[in-house]
């Protein structure tokens, strides 16, 4: 292996003297095993040298997706390296605090992503991320509660990890330390020098020299105008960006050709999605902050060490997470955050789920209670109808014919529009609305009626609308049966079998108390009231418990709704 040796370095070089450099580069390869693989993928065409900042077309194999590329700022044909897998690089945390939203955000927008691509288009997504586990404020935190760096930064790694569980995010096929890929970074560092796109100060940092990429620099937006990071004074260019620190006193180090020192922030991506995935890679995300200079400065160096015109083929970026009201983005530094974990004091993973479905991935999205609410409400409205239709169809909900041809075709066409929508770059709330129409047209149709007058039934499609229903919220990662469970609160015991026995006995009991004497117009029998009054406290105080119980003529059916269900329906049929 090139990279995974003293002796992959040593041939390296050997290699690059020899002229077998260029050679073996543009095969993207850090060990054999990648080199052969790379014979069965499409690579992008013009591999060789220096090119124009126009984006290329991809060879390769067209999924007829569309997604929006942060590199053409338009959207494109998704077409992949290789048929029916998407190699997917994706920045990961900085562990030096716990997580908050505007984070989790992203995260569970491009789990959507890829869970679409996956469970819907079937193609296998490789997906790798970076764990930066050394950065300034992993340091910055360790001195201040005098432990060490590692601590710090394996203590807030288990914590992401915690968290994304937690809101259900798929964990990558990979994750990858900075801490434990620092000679693969010296190494890397070392191929971009003898490229010539980098130079050593004699203080011992390393830079990126942007002059010899020429225009090539700026990709995404505001590169141009861009000053560059402080550093040395005897920096070639003020955008010049670091990739090798040589490291302060009390600061961790490693050794390296230029002396004691640590990775700049942007070498640690290329590095390791290389490493990963070889010269090319199909999708590049982040959230949109990332951009300039992490991502530009990541396609830079990338680009200069494989000699390619064109490393990543799609930057997709996720939009900010505002906190209402403000125009800022929720973040540590401005210290207007909430953390995940609060965050599922009060809400659920579904809800948040649904809260991102509603807007693009792409768009900034205003986090407040009645956004949050809003979510809830439509997660609300699906189940409601999945748990009258499921009643329907066992005969506990009495309605009046159905209309049964109209909800068949309408079935079949929310089936194309959600699969449209989702092949135009991800449009979710394009799909949810699809969803929620064809809830509405279900609900219309189940009109209750007090009395069974044994008429014409039709389960079946209510059967094939709640099994869609339920297929669509699981490729959207939302499963509707095991909301309880997402918060880590582990249910002992069967709470459904729990619910219908004791819903089966309260019904028994309200029967008996609604009997009427022997004349109608005598009304109730008195003495039966309380028990009447007894079965309306019971409902009343299940609900906040998330348990929803529907009285219906004589009989009641009941649900489970996302937790801390507010006080009964104002609609909601009363028995007493
Ligand atoms: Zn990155």
Redesign the pocket.
């Known amino acids: 292996m090139l990279l995974h040796s003293k002796r992959g370095r040593t041939m390296l070089r050997y290699s690059v003297r020899s002229g077998f450099w260029k050679e073996k580069v543009l095969c993207g390869v850090f060990s054999s095993a990648q080199s052969v693989n790379t014979v069965k993928v499409r690579t992008n065409g013009n591999c060789s040298g220096v090119s124009a900042k126009k984006w290329m077309r991809p060879g390769g194999f067209d999924t007829g997706l569309k997604t929006f590329n942060s590199l053409t700022k338009q959207k494109e044909p998704l077409i992949l390296a290789r048929e029916g897998v998407a190699t997917w690089?994706?920045?990961?945390p900085t562990v030096y605090d716990h997580a908050h939203l505007g984070h989790a955000c992203s995260y569970v927008r491009f789990d959507i992503l890829q869970r679409i691509l996956s469970r819907l288009f079937g193609i296998t997504v490789i997906h790798a991320m970076?764990i930066?586990d050394i950065d300034d404020k992993i340091i910055k935190r360790s001195w201040e509660d005098n432990v060490s760096p590692s601590v710090i930064a394996t203590v807030y790694e288990d914590g992401f990890k915690r968290d994304m569980l937690s809101l259900k995010v798929i964990p990558p096929a990979v994750y990858l330390r900075v801490t434990e890929n620092v000679h693969h970074i010296v190494t890397f560092i070392e191929g971009i020098i003898t490229n010539g796109h980098a130079y050593a100060t004699k203080e011992g940092d390393v830079y990126f020299d942007i002059q010899s990429i020429g225009d090539r620099y700026g990709k995404f937006v505001g590169a141009m105008d861009s000053q560059g990071e402080p550093g040395s004074t005897n920096k070639r260019d003020s955008r010049d960006f670091a990739l090798w620190k040589r490291s302060k006193p009390q600061e961790p180090y490693w050794e390296s050709p230029w002396g004691r020192g640590r990775p700049g922030?942007?070498i640690?991506?290329?590095t390791i999605?290389s490493a990963v995935f070889g010269s090319q890679l199909d999708v590049?995300s982040?959230g949109i902050d990332?951009a300039f200079p992490?991502?530009e400065n990541?396609v830079a160096q990338s680009e200069a060490y494989h000699q390619c015109g064109q490393w990543a083929n799609y930057f997709l970026h996720s939009g900010h997470l505002h906190l209402k009201g403000s125009a800022e983005k929720m973040s540590k530094s401005l210290k207007n955050y909430v953390t995940i974990k609060d965050f599922l004091q009060s809400y659920s993973a579904n809800e948040f789920r649904m809260f991102c479905l509603l807007t693009k991935y792409r768009s900034a999205i205003d986090y407040s209670d009645s956004s949050m609410l809003e979510a809830r409400t439509s997660l609300g409205t699906i189940s409601t109808f999945v748990q009258d239709a499921r009643a329907y169809m066992k005969g506990q909900l009495p309605c009046s014919p159905v209309q049964e041809a109209p909800l068949w075709e309408r079935l079949a066409n929310t089936k194309s529009s959600v699969v449209k929508a989702l092949a135009d770059d991800f449009d979710t709330p394009r799909a949810i609305s699809a969803v929620m129409s064809l809830v509405y047209h279900g609900n219309c149709q189940l009109q209750p009626v007090s009395k069974c007058e044994g008429g014409a039934r039709s389960p079946a499609v209510f059967g094939a609308m709640v099994s869609y229903i339920r297929e669509v919220l699981d490729i959207f990662g939302i499963d509707l049966l095991y909301s309880k469970d997402v918060d880590g609160v582990t249910t002992c015991g069967s709470l459904e079998g729990v619910v219908e026995q004791l819903t089966h006995f309260r019904s028994e009991v309200r029967a008996f108390a609604l009997a009427h004497r022997d004349e109608p117009a005598t009304g109730l029998y008195p003495e039966r009231i309380p028990l009447l009054k007894a079965c309306d406290i019971l409902r009343n105080d299940l609900a906040p418990l998330g348990v929803l119980i529907k009285d219906r003529g004589a009989g009641s059916t009941w649900e489970l709704t996302e937790r801390k269900q507010r006080v009964q329906d104002p609609d909601q049929e009363t028995s007493s």
């Open positions: 690089y994706s920045c990961g970076v930066t922030w942007h640690e991506c290329s999605a590049h982040g990332l992490h991502h990541e």
